[in-house]
């Protein structure tokens, strides 16, 4: 009977543990979408190419500031694919890779989620730069919530970080 509970026990472990590759649809999902996100990118900087002679200065200023938060937001789901998979699902086989990412090495849950606070409060503060280069065609209350929102990102963001040293402090690697 003893023996019976342990295989029971042990095939139970083996298909909680196995089920972490629920996930890795999930993040090929995301690669289709940063493949997508990417062609947005070459249509905004075509639209660019092509129209710049006809478009004020304040315009190529705000296509520039959609490709640098397109751009970040690559960078993030890049962020989240790598970081993510390499902490939920499989260690990535790359050790010995000339191009692998320098942060990967000290990737873990909390170090992630401070990294994506950070870049979602960049991002955040790319769509406020793009607001206030055309303020004067805003409703100013809705100014004032996405500045109240950027501000709430930004706390958030000090806060994991925070918590994320508190943690790391007295569990160091």
């Not at 999902?29 to 947005?40: D, F, H, M, T």
């Not at 958030?156 to 690697?173: E, M």
Request: charged letters at 15%; one cysteine or more.
């Amino acid at each position: 009977m003893r023996n019976i509970q342990k295989n029971i026990e042990h095939l139970l472990e083996a298909i909680i543990f196995g089920s972490r590759w629920l996930q890795a649809p999930l993040y090929l999902g995301l690669i289709v979408a940063g493949i997508l996100y990417s062609y947005k990118f070459l249509i905004e900087l075509f639209h660019l190419c092509v129209n710049i002679n006809s478009i004020s200065e304040s315009e190529v200023m705000l296509v520039i500031l959609t490709l640098v938060d397109i751009t970040m937001v690559a960078n993030l789901l890049a962020m989240v694919i790598i970081g993510g998979y390499e902490t939920f699902v499989s260690k990535l086989n790359i050790s010995n890779h000339e191009d692998k990412p320098e942060w990967l090495q000290s990737i873990d849950a909390g170090t992630l989620k401070v990294k994506l606070a950070v870049s979602l409060v960049g991002v955040s503060g790319i769509h406020l730069l793009k607001v206030f280069i055309n303020i004067e065609h805003q409703d100013l209350q809705q100014v004032m919530w996405q500045i109240i929102i950027h501000l709430v990102f930004v706390i958030s963001a000090i806060a994991l970080a925070f918590t994320d040293s508190i943690v790391h402090d007295k569990h160091p690697h």
